[in-house]
């Protein structure tokens, strides 16, 4: 599957509540882009951490299904994430990459930047399901 499309849009209704926007989906990698906006503060005012994995863990989805031509064959196991920076405004990317596609799990990592730095680091084990 590959969609090129500048800001294809969100690939559910959760996803367009969050504003994420899919750039990029092809080959095993996918690119998703997502604007900082007030409802997505945390306490201190900073991007919520549980906004950054929805951020990163459709990034992740997308260059999954991305091997079955976009459809939903996998799910979640577990993501862990290193939350590098904070972010108090603008425009994040985050590029994920399938680094193993087993017939039954895959592992998966992606990055999240802000203008050329690093706002965290994922890593991600799916399962394959039928």
Excluded at 106 to 111: D, I, K, N, P, S
């Amino acid at each position: 599957m590959s969609l090129q499309k500048e800001e294809i849009g969100a690939s559910s209704a959760f996803g367009r509540l969050l504003g994420l926007r899919i750039v990029r989906v092809e080959n095993g990698e996918a690119e998703v882009h997502m604007s900082m906006k007030d409802e997505l503060r945390n306490l201190h005012g900073k991007l919520h951490g549980g906004a950054l994995f929805s951020l990163i863990d459709t990034t992740l989805g997308q260059a999954s299904h991305s091997l079955t031509e976009g459809i939903p064959k996998s799910v979640t196991l577990e993501c862990k994430i290193n939350y590098i920076r904070p972010v108090t405004e603008g425009e994040l990317s985050c590029i994920a990459k399938v680094l193993h596609a087993g017939r039954k799990t895959q592992v998966l990592e992606a990055r999240v930047e802000q203008n050329g730095k690093l706002v965290a680091l994922a890593q991600s084990t799916f399962a394959v399901i039928a």
